[in-house]
């Protein structure tokens, strides 16, 4: 998903004539970043079925799923030094 965001914007950078170069994150920071959404999410999560906050629920729900959508991303990835 990343490649296809990356090329998307390519394409628009050379349609508007500017040049902006776009990070290509590692399966290494792939990782940290779904670690950590998967630890911030579930403590929302149990923090908004504790509390009476449903916006908690709510922004930790999306949080895992950001997760699994990092994880899939990383194991798409090859291996980079």
């Known amino acids: ?5 990356n090329r998307a914007c ?3 950078n050379d349609t508007l004539g500017i040049s902006v170069e776009f990070s290509n994150p590692k399966k ?3 990782k940290a970043a779904m670690i950590c959404n998967l630890v911030v999410g579930a403590g929302l ?3 908004g079925i504790l ?4 916006s908690c629920v709510l922004l930790g ?3 895992v799923i950001s997760s699994i959508v990092l994880r899939k991303e990383s194991k ?3 291996y980079e030094l």
């Open 1 to 5: 998903m990343i490649k296809e965001v």
């Open 51 to 54: 509390f009476p906050s449903k």
């Open 76 to 78: 798409n990835k090859t």
């Open 28 to 30: 290494k920071a792939l």
């Open 10 to 12: 390519e394409k628009l």
């Open 45 to 47: 999560v149990a923090a």
């Open 61 to 63: 729900g999306i949080s």
